[in-house]
């Protein structure tokens, strides 16, 4: 089955992201940081409001994926967090300095966290050695990986992506994600192989506020997730689903 998963900011996403048809969400915080983790309150109510599987990012900083002993001491907490609010995953990543994955303190994050799943972060496109990354990501025990191919966006990452796909070779998920919509949906589909998919959907809100002091010199927008665009990603999978159903 063909996977949807959709990164929201806020809880109407969280709403939206059921009604449009995707199938999980990576719940964040902080969009202009790329995501962080986000508050026990804002993952409490995400539970409550969706039945989907709902995966926090475990991030407690924008930046790299390099961490303090005190930053590991957090992330281990905000599993534990994750755990007690039950979530059916998380999302999240260590690298050492020279661009290979921290395996130790990554596998001790994936027990943590376990009976939940545990997506390994686009910390992967970071990485000096796909095969390399590949290999360590899944003796540290992840379900999946988030990445772009190493590059920007998938668009430019495709061909690595469908390496990466292969060489997995089913002992791990290869999720594409970064710069994927509806546009481009299909044919990522179809040169990776891949069968789960990332998105951010995302559109700007502009604030509901009749007042806005014009000496700040500011747009108060929010990051909200684009119900149309998620249909359309959603409908595409559904099409391509029924197609590889009747190949079978």
């Not at 964040?28 to 993952?43: Q, R």
Request: net charge negative; aromatic share 6%.
């Amino acid at each position: 089955m063909y996977i949807l998963e959709v990164i929201v900011f806020t809880i109407s996403s969280c709403i939206t992201a059921q009604k449009a048809g995707a199938h999980r969400i990576e719940l964040c915080d902080n969009p202009g940081e790329g995501g962080t983790t986000p508050s026990y309150g804002m993952i409490r109510q995400a539970r409550e409001k969706t039945n989907l599987q709902l995966y926090p990012i475990i991030r407690p900083r924008g930046g790299d994926f390099l961490y303090s002993d005190d930053e590991f001491s957090i992330m281990l907490k905000d599993i534990f967090m994750c755990k007690e609010a039950g979530c059916d995953g998380v999302v999240a990543g260590i690298l050492k300095p020279d661009g290979t994955v921290d395996g130790i303190r990554t596998a001790k994050l994936v027990n943590a966290a376990y009976p939940m799943g545990f997506t390994f972060h686009r910390a992967f496109d970071r990485t000096r050695d796909a095969a390399e990354a590949l290999e360590a990501v899944i003796s540290c025990g992840c379900e999946r990986i988030l990445t772009s191919g190493l590059r920007p966006g998938v668009n430019e990452g495709v061909d690595n992506l469908k390496l990466l796909v292969e060489n997995a070779a089913d002992r791990i998920v290869i999720m594409p994600g970064s710069g994927l919509r509806s546009v481009n949906m299909e044919t990522i589909v179809r040169k990776t192989g891949a069968r789960e998919f990332h998105s951010s959907a995302r559109k700007n809100l502009q604030s509901g506020m009749t007042y806005q002091n014009p000496g700040m010199l500011e747009q108060l927008l929010t990051t909200d997730l684009d119900e149309e665009e998620v249909k359309a990603m959603a409908g595409i999978l559904h099409k391509l689903q029924g197609e590889f159903e009747t190949e079978d």
